[in-house]
Structure formats: C-alpha cells, structure tokens
C-alpha cells in the first residue's frame, strides 16, 4: 500500500514539472508579430524589455539576436549591440545585418582593421551593391591605405555613377591625388544635369584652385552665389580667384553674401576690405580691416607679428623688429616677447642695459611650459646669474 502511494505521488510530480515545463517554454516563445510591431513603432525600448523577458539570448535564433542588437544600436548603447550582433555571427557568419552593423560599431569603436573585415564581408555577400564598395573605400581610408581606397572607389562609381554620395567621395579622392583632369571632367558631367549640387561645385572649385585656374574657379561665382552655401572657405576661394582677375566687384560679392548673413571669418573680411579699397571705396575697406583685427586677436595674430618680427631681423630692421615684439606684448602680454627684446638689444644693437632690463621683466611673468619654453627660461636665468 505505501509503496502504490509513493508511485502515484511520482507520477503527479513528474506530470508537474512536465506541466511547468511546457507553460515556461510557451511563456518564453517570441511572437514575432509583437517583436515586429515594436520595431515599425520605433519603440526600441519596449523591444529590449520584451525580448530580455523572454530570455532571448539562449535562442538559437538569429531573428531575436539581431533585433536586441538593432535596438541596442539605435539606443546607443554600442557595446550590447554589439554583443548579439556578434551571437548571431557565430550562428550565420554570412548574415547581412549582422556584417554590417557590426561594421559600423567598429568604426564607432575605431577599429578600423574589424570594419574593413566586414565590409570586404558584405562585398563578397552583396558584389553588385556599389555602396557597399563606397564604404570599404572609407574603411581604407580610415586605416592609411588610399591606393586601396581609390581602388574601391573607382569600382563604387563606376557601378552607380550617377550616385551623389560616390560621386562625391570619388572626385575629392581624385583631388587629393592631384589627378584635377579626371575628377573635373566627372564633376563637370555630374553638374550638366544638378547645376546647383553644392558638394560638386565646392569640389570643381577647389580643383580649379590648386591649379591655379582662376578664372575657371571665378566661372563658377554664380552659381555658387545661387547656391548659397554656407561654406567660409570655398567663398574665401572664389574671392581670391575673382580678386586675382581684377573682377573685384565680384570678390566683394561673394565674401559680403556670407557677412551678411553673419558668418565671419578672418579671410572672409581680408579680402572683403582687398576688394573694397581696389573700389576706392577706402572707409569701408578701413571698417572692414578693424573688424578683421578685432576678430583675430587670436593665436594666429601672435604668430604673424613674430613671424614678422623674424622677418624685420633677417632684414637688419631692428626698429620694426622691437616694434612686433612690442604689439605682441601689448595685446597678449606675451613673455617669449620680452625675451625677444632683450635677445635683440643683446645681440644686435649691443645695449647690455636695456638687454639685462627685458631679460628681468620676462623671468617675473614666464611660465615656460613647453620644452623650448623651459630651455629660453634656463638659459635667461643663467645668463642674468653670470653677469651678476
């Protein structure tokens, strides 16, 4: 009798566990209509709450896998994404989406060597997509190698030359290695039917300007007017060309369109105020100097008066020298100045006095911080020590 008692009290406990089993599997299937709606929704949230409930990680599923790793991606939590990204490699190694958000994780972690990985993947998967070509390129690039990069360049562009964004990557490759008359001639093709492109006009204008082609770069003042980009530099550019044709109601133009708008620039308002004083018009040129000078006092306005000071001395024009020096000092309060006083009234107007005078003003207010800093400072000091 007891032992017919434990038998059935088996029984009931393995029906039991056979019961709780079944309902826990059932709980922890994925509908994936639900995982669907979630991500149409744009409710990545709601999908790594869902998908974590249901122990989504110990599916042999890639579906599941690859939607944490979309949601984690696009909740920028990276480091996640990329670790089911990387599960459902080891179950498809060939998988698309996997490949190719992994690629772009690693470029965000700049593991270049890992992005090239997985996008000379997706080429082999998908050899007749040329952005996929265009995106290995950039992967070069990014690791040193442009050869390389051109290579796959070409091959984007050849494939879909009608694609902007190729287009653009392929001619400024070109550009950068110097090869003006193929990236002109595409960007020329490419502008016959998108007049206004801005990227490819920028570009036609800065190959025309590293081959000294003014008046082909002036050419282009219109449209680039018309286009109205913002962009300080390639308006710098077109000012330069226009202004080296003598056009300088056009080089005013084109730097005034930006001004008016608010964008300053020290180029913008040089040659702007260039422009103005070949108009004879000399009280604007004046106002627009003054306002280039109040916007560049700046670290490149202290290199300019000591590369000018260095200049004064090559020349023997020690007047002007201590001049520079001494607007440096003025306006930045610059030590290295007071030392280069002192070395100049040392060295070439052989005044001890006024030499021993700025060498002590500038070891009170020096803080050498750099090496060569360091090594004038030891050096002032040593020599201020001996004469004493």
Same mark, same amino acid.
């Given at each position: 009798?007891?032992?017919?008692i434990? &038998?059935?009290?088996l029984?009931f406990?393995?029906?039991?566990?056979?019961?709780?089993l079944?309902?826990?599997?059932?709980d922890n299937?994925?509908?994936?209509?639900?995982?669907?709606?979630f /991500?149409q929704n744009?409710?990545y949230?709601?999908?790594?709450h869902?998908l974590?409930?249901k122990?989504?990680?110990?599916f042999?599923?890639v579906?599941?896998?690859?939607a *944490?790793?979309?949601a984690? &991606?696009?909740?920028?939590?990276?480091t996640d994404a990329?670790?089911?990204?990387?599960?459902?490699?080891?179950l498809?190694? /060939?998988? &698309?989406?996997?490949?190719? =958000?992994?690629?772009l994780?690693?470029n965000?972690?700049?593991?270049?060597?890992?992005q090239?990985?997985?996008?000379?993947?997706?080429?082999?998967l998908?050899?007749?997509e040329p952005m996929?070509?265009?995106l290995t390129?950039?992967? #070069?690039?990014? *690791?040193?190698?442009?050869d390389?990069?051109?290579?796959?360049?070409?091959?984007?562009?050849h494939?879909?030359?009608?694609n902007?964004?190729?287009?653009v990557? &392929?001619?400024?490759?070109?550009i950068?290695d110097m090869?003006?008359?193929?990236?002109?001639?595409?960007?020329?093709a490419?502008?016959?039917?998108?007049v206004?492109?801005?990227? /490819?006009t920028r570009l036609l204008?800065?190959s025309?300007?590293a081959?000294k082609?003014m008046?082909?770069?002036?050419?282009?003042t219109?449209q680039?007017?018309t286009i109205n !980009?913002?962009d300080?530099?390639t308006?710098?550019?077109?000012s330069?060309?226009n202004y080296?044709?003598?056009?300088?109601?056009?080089a005013?133009k084109?730097?005034?369109t930006? /001004?008016?708008?608010?964008?300053?620039?020290?180029?913008?308002? =040089? #040659?702007?105020?260039l422009?103005? #004083?070949?108009?004879?018009d000399?009280?604007?040129?004046?106002q627009?100097l003054?306002?280039?000078?109040?916007?560049?006092m700046?670290?490149n306005?202290?290199l300019? #008066?000591f590369?000018?000071a260095?200049?004064?001395? !090559?020349l023997?024009?020690?007047?002007?020298c201590i001049?520079?020096?001494?607007?440096?000092?003025?306006?930045f309060?610059?030590p290295l100045?007071? =030392?280069?006083?002192?070395?100049?009234? !040392?060295l070439h107007?052989?005044?001890?006095? *006024?030499a021993?005078?700025y060498?002590?003003?500038?070891?009170?207010i020096?803080?050498?911080?750099? !090496?060569d800093?360091?090594r004038? =400072?030891?050096?002032?000091?040593?020599?201020?020590a001996n004469?004493?």
């Amino acid at each position: 009798m007891r032992l017919r008692i434990c &038998f059935l009290l088996l029984q009931f406990a393995l029906k039991l566990l056979s019961s709780n089993l079944a309902a826990q599997m059932q709980d922890n299937t994925i509908d994936k209509e639900v995982l669907s709606q979630f /991500l149409q929704n744009e409710d990545y949230a709601e999908t790594i709450h869902y998908l974590n409930s249901k122990n989504a990680e110990a599916f042999n599923d890639v579906f599941p896998l690859n939607a *944490l790793g979309y949601a984690y &991606f696009m909740t920028r939590h990276y480091t996640d994404a990329e670790q089911f990204y990387s599960k459902t490699l080891l179950l498809d190694s /060939l998988n &698309f989406s996997a490949n190719r =958000y992994m690629a772009l994780i690693s470029n965000r972690f700049k593991k270049f060597d890992n992005q090239l990985f997985y996008y000379k993947r997706l080429v082999r998967l998908k050899p007749n997509e040329p952005m996929i070509y265009k995106l290995t390129a950039d992967a #070069y690039l990014n *690791l040193s190698a442009p050869d390389s990069a051109l290579q796959y360049y070409k091959i984007a562009y050849h494939m879909q030359p009608g694609n902007e964004i190729i287009t653009v990557a &392929f001619v400024d490759k070109l550009i950068e290695d110097m090869q003006y008359i193929k990236a002109d001639s595409i960007s020329t093709a490419f502008l016959k039917n998108d007049v206004l492109n801005s990227d /490819l006009t920028r570009l036609l204008i800065k190959s025309y300007m590293a081959q000294k082609r003014m008046g082909d770069a002036a050419g282009l003042t219109q449209q680039w007017l018309t286009i109205n !980009e913002i962009d300080p530099k390639t308006s710098t550019n077109l000012s330069i060309a226009n202004y080296s044709i003598r056009n300088y109601d056009a080089a005013f133009k084109v730097c005034d369109t930006l /001004l008016q708008q608010g964008v300053e620039s020290e180029a913008l308002l =040089y #040659y702007a105020a260039l422009a103005r #004083y070949k108009l004879n018009d000399y009280k604007a040129s004046i106002q627009l100097l003054r306002a280039d000078l109040d916007l560049g006092m700046s670290k490149n306005i202290k290199l300019y #008066y000591f590369a000018l000071a260095d200049n004064y001395e !090559e020349l023997a024009d020690f007047n002007n020298c201590i001049k520079a020096y001494d607007t440096v000092f003025y306006l930045f309060k610059e030590p290295l100045a007071l =030392y280069n006083k002192g070395r100049i009234y !040392e060295l070439h107007l052989k005044d001890p006095v *006024l030499a021993k005078k700025y060498y002590q003003q500038y070891l009170v207010i020096a803080k050498p911080k750099t !090496e060569d800093e360091k090594r004038v =400072y030891n050096y002032v000091k040593k020599a201020l020590a001996n004469k004493n």
